[in-house]
């Protein structure tokens, strides 16, 4: 997470804030790298953490309580939340300038709820780690890869949660590795359709066939040794290679629930043209229905989308768009109260 330092007019370090405003970033959730439990741990997640699309709340010291913008009353339960854990003040007037698209596999619930509660925490002058307003928002209950992306960003390893036992916080995060600058990941948007979110996510996960044990172990042989690797000495198509057989196996296990191996045909569709030319690392995040695919150099990330927009021009509902990787996490800004009620 990246502080940009206060401008204060008085040099006074006690005077109250304004104004706080937090970016956090957009991410992708790779695959869940062990469903079974039988070691004592479920789940297991990789990730990448994304430049853009993000999320963007203003908060600012008001009168009372008052949200606007995308997602304005998911904004306000996460800020009355905060409020009642960490005895923060209420009296906020939150402007969701950018959100993520909801319910679209990029991690838009944590990020938003992260962005309110940290902005809450630093706008009543409180240090609190993301880590616990996250445990206090009730996020990070299966994988930390949106904790992870809003604390440092990067690609992403966490190790799991307990099967039995009270509720813990988030996962551990195990790894975090830089994304190479070079890099590029090509997302795309199904914008007619969502994946499952809340209570048929619950279901779905529940429903789920038995996860075999030998699945497990290629999941955790492919992240470990092949796709971390890869990563850490920038090898996007080793890289590649063991994200796309992650995706096809995992697809393959969550099928049922979402219409085929991707969520979307559209997305399915286009993602078969990447691979087909020669480029591994394709696949869809979480649930979908956004996929991606990662490329080592940018003028062939940009020449794919080209293409794609060429290719899809007849669907509208499909969006191309080639971003970096993040490295740094969420931003946040702060500034002091003006002088004289003086807009910041």
């Not at 600058?181 to 996510?201: H, K, P, T």
Request: hydrophobic share 45%; proline share 7%; charged share 20%.
């Amino acid at each position: 997470m990246r502080v940009i330092p206060q401008h204060r007019q008085d040099g006074d370090p006690q005077r109250a804030l304004r104004a706080v405003r937090v970016t956090a970033p957009g991410r992708l959730h790779i695959g869940f790298l062990d469903l079974s439990g039988s070691l004592g741990r479920r789940f297991g997640s990789l990730g990448m953490t994304l430049e853009r699309p993000v999320t963007r709340v203003l908060m600012e010291n008001a009168a009372a309580l008052s949200t606007s913008g995308p997602d304005a009353a998911r904004a306000e339960k996460a800020l009355r939340c905060a409020a009642a854990e960490f005895g923060v003040d209420e009296s906020v007037k939150i402007t969701v300038e950018a959100a993520l698209p909801a319910h679209s596999g990029l991690g838009s619930g944590t990020q938003l709820a992260l962005a309110v509660g940290v902005g809450a925490c630093a706008l009543s002058g409180k240090a609190i780690d993301p880590r616990d307003v996250a445990y206090a928002l009730s996020r990070g209950a299966r994988s930390s890869i949106g904790l992870g992306a809003f604390q440092g960003g990067g690609i992403l390893l966490d190790g799991g949660k307990p099967v039995a036992g009270p509720r813990r916080q988030p996962p551990p995060l195990l790894s975090r590795i830089p994304i190479p600058d070079a890099w590029r990941i090509l997302l795309i948007f199904d914008q007619e359709r969502v994946g499952l979110s809340g209570g048929d996510e619950t279901q779905a996960m529940d429903g789920l066939p038995p996860f075999p044990e030998a699945l497990a172990d290629r999941l955790c042989r492919l992240t470990i040794m092949a796709a971390l690797p890869a990563a850490a000495e920038g090898d996007a198509i080793g890289f590649g290679r063991a994200v796309g057989e992650i995706q096809r196996r995992l697809g393959d296990h969550f099928a049922q629930f979402q219409g085929g191996r991707f969520t979307s045909p559209d997305v399915a569709e286009a993602l078969r043209l990447i691979e087909a030319a020669g480029v591994p690392g394709v696949g869809q995040s979480s649930w979908g229905p956004t996929g991606f695919a990662v490329f080592g150099e940018a003028a062939a990330a940009d020449d794919a989308a080209r293409d794609l927009r060429r290719r899809f021009a007849d669907r509208p509902n499909l969006v191309f768009d080639v971003v970096r990787g993040n490295n740094h996490g969420a931003t946040v800004e702060v500034a002091p109260v003006p002088a004289h009620g003086a807009t910041v």
